[in-house]
């Protein structure tokens, strides 16, 4: 079974634009979750996605936004690009919310960078 | 609120030492779950292990071992006879409990371990 994909791996981007990045969950996962990570701030809950519905999300501001397509998949979306958004941006799948399955599996990430 | 504590940020130790990781938490919830993730250079978050926090059985794995303490609030990983692939960052991590409170992972600021031959 193939793991959580994302895509692309690598983004460079440039004060004031915005970026779409893409993750596909495991195969049968419904929740896909997204997560920053940076040097100073750490790993940080952006926002959660189950069956097409945010259901939480993080303290981040409007920038940040995301959706869930029907086949679970799921884009992020960071609009004004800014310094600070660069990090590494982790997706994650879970089955669902019980006991027996709510082990988040994560991607390799895509790392922006915003120059 | 929630908040996990890795008071150690970098751990350098020879193979074959043992070391021990250590995670302190802090919840309000009765229901909860810990975990450990290992991220490897690659960027990617493996996943260790998965305790509910009803079930404070130690658990061993091989080389790995983990002591839940709620009296303490603390859930540390030891790593016995660590190997150089064992250099990563590890982190802790605790999610809420309950089957609606969603899939959101507090995390811990990491464990950056070195493994030198």
């Known amino acids: 079974k193939a793991g959580v994909t994302q895509t692309p791996r690598y983004l460079i981007k440039t004060r004031g634009q915005q970026v779409t990045l893409s993750c596909s969950p495991i195969s049968g996962h419904r929740s896909v979750s997204w997560y920053q990570q940076t040097p100073g701030q750490g790993l940080q809950f952006l926002f959660e996605?189950?069956?097409?519905?945010?259901?939480n999300k993080g303290n981040f501001p409007g920038r940040f936004s995301g959706r869930q397509f029907s086949n679970s998949r799921s884009e992020m979306n960071v609009s004004t690009l800014e310094l600070g958004d660069s990090a590494l941006y982790l997706c994650a799948s879970t089955l669902g919310d019980t006991l027996a399955k709510n082990i988040q599996y994560f991607g390799a990430g895509t790392r922006l960078s915003v120059l | 609120a929630q908040k996990v504590t890795q008071a150690q940020t970098e751990i350098s130790v020879v193979e074959k030492e043992d070391v021990t990781l250590d995670c302190v938490y802090e919840?309000?919830?009765?229901?909860?779950?810990l975990f450990w993730y290992k991220q490897p250079p690659s960027g990617e978050l493996v996943f260790l292990i998965r305790r509910n926090s009803f079930d404070e059985q130690n658990e061993i794995s091989g080389r790995y071992s983990w002591n839940f303490q709620k009296s303490t609030s603390s859930f540390n990983f030891t790593i016995t006879a660590s190997q150089v692939v064992d250099s990563a960052v590890y982190f802790c991590?605790?999610?809420?409990?309950?089957?609606?409170?969603?899939?959101?992972?507090?995390f811990g600021e990491g464990t950056q371990l070195t493994v030198n031959p």
């Open positions: 996605y189950f069956s097409e519905t945010q259901r």
């Open positions: 991590a605790l999610k809420r409990g309950g089957e609606t409170s969603g899939s959101r992972l507090t």
């Open positions: 919840t309000r919830d009765t229901t909860y779950y």
